[in-house]
């Protein structure tokens, strides 16, 4: 069984920065696209970021374009996203996900977290 743990999240004030964390807990990390995505209270679930195995390709939505960098560590099993020049509307519950293949949607994947809530104040 694939476990996937979000860390990292947590109240920051707009135009601030967070990176959070996905420690994924199986044996053949390096095998799996890792994907970040984002829901705010009311919105549907929208792809943030993804990262191929080796982390040679990354994808990022339009709208974190130049402000978020996600990134892989195999030897740690974890996955990262940095996160810059936060705006409050992306208040969320950023969840990570872990698949055989790069997706834009959530349901392209197999596994996911429970996800770690960010705040940005206005």
């Not at 996937?4 to 947590?10: D, F, H, Q």
């Not at 990134?71 to 705006?87: E, G, I, P, W």
């Not at 596994?111 to 770690?116: C, D, E, F, V």
């Amino acid at each position: 069984q694939v476990q996937l743990v979000e860390s990292g999240g947590g109240l920051v004030q707009a135009g601030g920065s967070l990176r959070l964390s996905c420690a994924v807990s199986v044996r053949t990390f390096s095998w799996y696209v890792m994907g970040w995505f984002r829901q705010a209270p009311g919105k549907v679930r929208e792809f943030v970021a993804a990262i191929s195995w080796g982390g040679g390709n990354t994808y990022y939505a339009d709208s974190v374009k130049g402000r978020f960098t996600i990134s892989r560590d195999n030897a740690k099993n974890t996955v990262y996203l940095q996160m810059n020049s936060l705006k409050h509307e992306e208040t969320a519950l950023y969840s990570c996900e872990a698949g055989s293949s790069y997706h834009r949607s959530e349901h392209g994947y197999d596994y996911w977290g429970q996800g770690t809530q960010v705040t940005v104040s206005s």
